[in-house]
């Protein structure tokens, strides 16, 4: 069984967040309005946090793009009541979005940030019609999976596209990849299988500069960043 895996090299990233355009329109997220914006209810599966390092007037600004982590022991699953999100073998960390109940006790326990409320209650009739999807809609993920108002939504590193390039005997990695890494121009994101050690993810994982978010919390994501 494989166990997928990204590395994003900060050198090469230009914060021009083309991966969270591509990871909107690759899964249906909803591009929220100025109003709820400006209330915090905006959803993200991608997203890029600025870290801000020095004093005035020597100041430097990096750009870290943080998807969901995707970790081997993710303290989201272990508080969800209702069973809605799981660790899959290959190490994707799935939400099953039938099943969730909207409590936030993942939200809560996720130290990265990286699940968002569904608060939009206009989407349910959209995303249960049974004909096809408009055209502004990933058809790859239409109708599934639904998400509706009151759910809590998150990145899956592009599960479906991964299943697809499994049943279709295609090089995951190289012939498929999750949208963001699709979209990079800069080419700072890869994905692949850690376990392949001739892959440039298993690599990278070895590297003595390569780190990951918040190591202490003993989470052990599979997003690991090379420093500038």
Not at 74 to 81: D, E, G, K, Q
Not at 173 to 181: L, M, T
Not at 194 to 201: A, N, Q, R
């Amino acid at each position: 069984m494989p166990k997928w895996a990204m590395v994003i090299d900060l050198d090469k990233c230009t914060g021009c967040q083309a991966c969270i355009v591509a990871c909107k329109e690759e899964n249906n997220v909803p591009h929220g309005s100025p109003e709820e914006q400006r209330r915090r209810r905006d959803i993200y599966w991608n997203k890029v946090i600025a870290v801000t390092r020095g004093r005035y007037p020597r100041i430097r600004t990096e750009l870290i793009p943080m998807p969901c982590m995707q970790c081997d022991d993710p303290p989201c699953v272990t508080v969800c009541p209702a069973k809605a999100t799981y660790r899959r073998e290959d190490g994707i960390v799935i939400q099953n979005y039938r099943r969730c109940i909207g409590c936030k006790y993942c939200m809560i326990a996720c130290p990265y940030g990286a699940r968002s409320f569904n608060f939009r209650k206009q989407d349910e009739k959209e995303y249960h019609r049974p004909d096809p999807p408009p055209d502004h809609r990933s058809r790859e993920v239409w109708p599934f999976p639904v998400r509706i108002h009151g759910v809590v939504e998150k990145c899956t590193f592009c599960f479906h596209r991964i299943d697809r390039g499994i049943r279709e005997s295609k090089k995951i990695g190289v012939e498929v990849v999750p949208a963001c890494v699709e979209a990079c121009p800069s080419c700072a994101m890869a994905f692949g299988d850690l376990d392949d050690l001739t892959s440039p993810v298993s690599n990278a994982f070895g590297s003595r500069t390569a780190f990951r978010l918040r190591e202490e919390l003993k989470t052990n994501p599979k997003v690991i960043y090379l420093p500038r």
